[in-house]
């Protein structure tokens, strides 16, 4: 088994949300802090996103240390566990609402497309959005 940062390289398909984690400095929190529920969106989620507003996140510290604890819960929680969780509370303090729908696990509305991937240091999921934190949510409707 290998850390969150070392599973989600290895994968291959997680490599802007890993510059992500570089660019804000939080490479640590992925290698041995722990343990965590990371809900991770791949590199396809980030082909939706205007590279205007990917690169207004990386310009702004504060807003990407927001959003990428927003992905981030303490805990290790596996999909069996979330079929029994409403709301789980994310590092960056605001909750992320669980929900189980016909089509599947959904965590702000974003399907759990990949489960239970286990690391020495948690657990992730990869989700199909980037997930934004309210007050982030309110800034990109704001334009």
Avoid at 38 to 49: A, H, K, N
Avoid at 78 to 98: A, C, E, K, N, P
Wanted: charged share 25%.
């Amino acid at each position: 088994m290998k850390s969150i940062l070392a599973t989600l390289r290895d994968s291959g398909s997680f490599d802007v949300f890993l510059d992500l984690v570089r660019a804000a400095g939080m490479e640590e929190r992925f290698e041995s802090d722990g343990p965590y529920t990371l809900f991770v969106p791949d590199d396809d989620v980030f082909r939706e996103i205007p590279r205007p507003e990917l690169e207004a996140i990386l310009r702004n510290a504060d807003r990407l240390g927001d959003i990428l604890n927003y992905h981030i819960v303490p805990g290790v929680h596996s999909m069996i566990d979330l079929l029994g969780i409403g709301t789980l509370r994310s590092l960056q303090g605001d909750d992320l609402t669980v929900e189980v729908a016909p089509e599947g696990v959904l965590v702000n509305g974003a399907m759990v497309v990949e489960s239970d991937a286990w690391c020495t240091n948690g657990i992730c999921h990869a989700v199909s959005a980037l997930l934004l934190p309210p007050v982030a949510r309110t800034v990109a409707a704001r334009g």
